[in-house]
């Protein structure tokens, strides 16, 4: 049977890549729909190749040019009420929500609610929203399957153990482009030393976290929902190679690692597949050419996004969602050259101090408080 699949975010590198996936097993999988924010060129050579049903793109103005194009031959929606729409109303098997940020939060809540199966890249959903989103996939008989290259390993290494042999889970990093650099030269970073990642290829917003660590602190929470393993048995290491992709420490003091060559396309094939294993020809990895595997502690002064990050689950409630909100806005004031590479954690302090109290935790506060900490942090 094939399965049919809803891509969000498909002109990003996850979506990209998704496609190329999708491109080896076309009997296997369907795109029945396709969202991009604004990148109208790739967006129409993909619904040329691939025929989606649905398409949802960020702008009316962008929706209307589309449909002078494609006529009746595909649904067409806009914005985030677009999103939310398509995931409620298409026919789909698997959601791949590979949007980056905040926005993907409403449409995966929408598929949890319709009992599908979510492969998911958008972190900052369980960032933000963890604790509710583990009490939805149970009452609607939803799943979710990870798809960052962590927590996929994870998930592989926990295939047939129980969750109380589980003694710790070790993340590992490869510490971005200033693992070796001092902070007095992180004073001096550009924006594009801090795009020019040593291991992957990303997309800007993640490359710019991975490079604060703050993509690593994102992980730790995203691992604490999607495992149900508390903060202090969570561990991360810096391991350059980017080989390993993750470890579980489990009760008897054995410990599992999933390894290959950095390529998304190993995590997603998998989150897609599972619990079939397809055979490729992805990458080969050959282990006597990498030669050395090694690992660090991570610096927690010279990186604070991680440490806020650690605090921020640690306070529980609204504090993720507000680490999020301001981490966003800080990434992206840094890429338009209003602040310095190291304004990026004040920021996010500054807001996480501001607003620590008074909110409940629920769906609609969650919201609220996203657009409110986002203002807060836009005019530090």
């Known amino acids: 049977m094939i399965k049919k699949i809803f891509l969000l975010g498909s002109s990003g590198s996850i979506g990209v890549n998704t496609l190329n996936v999708v491109r080896k097993f076309r009997d296997k999988f369907e795109i029945v729909g396709l969202t991009v924010n604004s990148n109208s060129t790739l967006l129409i050579e993909q619904i040329k190749e691939f025929s989606p049903k649905v398409i949802v793109v960020g702008s009316k103005h962008l929706a209307t040019e589309l449909e002078s194009k494609f006529g009746k031959e595909i649904k067409i929606f806009f914005g985030q009420e ?24 409403a449409p995966t809540i929408s598929a949890i609610n319709r009992g599908k199966r979510i492969a998911l890249a958008n972190k900052e959903t369980l960032v933000v929203a963890g604790e509710l989103i583990n009490g939805m ?13 962590e927590h996929s390993a994870i998930f592989q290494c926990l295939a047939g ?6 003694r710790k889970i070790i993340l ?6 200033f693992f070796n650099k001092s902070e007095e030269e992180l004073e001096k970073v550009s924006i594009q030393d801090a795009l020019n990642h040593p291991t992957w290829s990303m997309g800007n917003k993640i490359t710019i976290d991975s490079a604060t660590m703050m993509n690593k602190g994102l992980e730790v929470i995203e691992a604490k929902w ?43 094939q998998y989150a897609l597949s599972y619990p079939e294993r397809f055979s ?36 529980g409630g609204i504090s993720p969602c507000i680490l999020n909100a301001a981490n966003e806005i800080a990434v992206e004031k ?8 190291l304004d990026i954690p004040g920021i996010i302090e500054k807001s996480l101090n501001k607003f620590k109290v008074g909110f409940e935790l629920n769906l609609e506060n969650l919201f609220e408080c996203d657009k409110i900490v986002r203002e807060f942090a836009y005019q530090i």
């Open 82 to 105: 677009g999103l939310v729409e398509a995931a409620e109303t298409l026919d789909y098997d698997i959601m791949v929500s590979a949007l980056v940020g905040f926005a993907g939060l």
């Open 280 to 315: 490729n020809n992805i990458v080969n990895t050959d282990l006597t050419k990498i030669s050395h595997l090694t690992f660090f502690k991570p610096n927690f002064d010279k990186f604070r996004c991680l440490k806020l990050a650690f605090e921020a689950i640690e306070a």
């Open 226 to 268: 999607l495992f149900n393993v508390p903060v202090s048995n969570i561990e991360v290491v810096i391991h350059p190679q980017s080989i390993i992709h993750s470890m579980v420490e489990f009760q008897d003091c054995s410990i599992k690692a999933q390894l290959s060559l950095p390529d998304m396309k190993i995590p997603i």
């Open 172 to 177: 590992t990093a490869s510490g971005g482009p």
């Open 334 to 341: 840094f890429l338009s050259g209003k602040i310095r590479f």
């Open 137 to 149: 996939l149970s009452k609607y008989n939803s799943e979710i399957i990870p798809v960052d290259s």
């Open 161 to 166: 153990e129980k969750s109380d042999s589980i």
